[in-house]
């Protein structure tokens, strides 16, 4: 009986461990991204800004504070139709820019006199939101806006009625991101900030809130 136990020990295979399911590789690598980004604004929002703007407006309720709610980076391209290169250049720009891969944007229409037909690419764009939107904003605030050449300021004419404001860069090189070398050519963009603000006089306060500055008219 010993040795028939023992033959059979002998011949059973041994049972492979199971191996554990490594975490979703997205949601780690997102997780990653969004700690290199800075959380300056967003803590001082919460933190000053909201104050300020219920001492200023004399809100009741803190629902209607004001506060950013996207920023919308836009770059239309019209040489894309002739030179498609520009397209994948201004795709890595901006998204060096605003540290989110930008969308290509297509005609809606075909317009013969620019030689544009429907659905062909002409410009990129990318809509921030969240950790990524305070941080653009404070690099606009401290580094980019410093950079311009005889910068004076924001026009305060830029409103849209509804509280929101759009201003436009005309070069891509007044971003630290963006090396000199590797522009072929100055491309601008234009740049919306969209805010839950109900005027033009909340939206510019709570721009300014921020840093933003805005020339005399």
């Known amino acids: 009986m010993a040795a028939k136990e023992t033959t059979k020990?002998?011949?059973t295979a041994p049972v492979p461990a199971k191996k554990e399911k490594a975490p979703a590789k997205s949601k780690v690598?997102?997780?990653?991204?969004?700690?290199?980004?800075?959380d300056v604004?967003?803590?001082?929002?919460?933190?000053?800004?909201?104050?300020d703007l219920q001492k200023r407006f004399g809100y009741t309720n803190v629902m209607r504070i004001p506060r950013v709610a996207k920023i919308?980076?836009?770059?239309?391209?019209?040489?894309?139709?002739?030179?498609?290169?520009?397209i994948d250049s201004s795709v890595e720009e901006i998204g060096?820019?605003?540290?989110?891969?930008p969308i290509v944007t297509l005609a809606k229409k075909s317009i013969a006199t620019f030689k544009i037909r429907k659905n062909a690419p002409v410009g990129v764009a990318v809509t921030l939101r969240g950790v990524?939107?305070?941080?653009?904003?404070?690099?606009?605030?401290t580094v980019v806006f410093e950079r311009i050449r005889d910068f004076?300021?924001?026009?305060?004419?830029?409103?849209?009625?509804?509280?929101?404001?759009?201003?436009?860069l005309k070069e891509?090189?007044?971003?630290?991101?963006?090396?000199?070398?590797?522009?072929?050519?100055?491309?601008?963009?234009?740049?919306?900030?969209?805010?839950?603000?109900?005027?033009?006089?909340?939206?510019?306060?709570?721009?300014?809130?921020?840093?933003?500055p805005f020339r005399q008219r």
Do not use: W
């Not at 919308?72 to 520009?86: F, L, Q, S």
């Not at 060096?96 to 891969?101: D, P």
């Open 72 to 86: 919308t980076i836009n770059r239309g391209i019209g040489e894309a139709t002739e030179n498609p290169k520009v």
């Open 172 to 212: 891509q090189l007044v971003f630290p991101e963006i090396s000199y070398d590797k522009v072929d050519k100055a491309r601008g963009m234009s740049i919306t900030v969209t805010t839950t603000a109900q005027t033009d006089e909340e939206c510019k306060a709570l721009l300014e809130a921020f840093g933003v």
């Open 132 to 141: 990524r939107m305070y941080a653009f904003l404070e690099k606009l605030v």
């Open 29 to 38: 690598l997102a997780k990653r991204e969004l700690t290199s980004f800075s």
């Open 9 to 11: 020990k002998a011949t």
């Open 96 to 101: 060096l820019i605003s540290g989110q891969k």
């Open 41 to 51: 604004y967003r803590v001082k929002y919460k933190d000053e800004v909201r104050k």
């Open 152 to 168: 004076k300021g924001l026009s305060p004419k830029s409103f849209d009625g509804r509280g929101n404001y759009t201003f436009a």
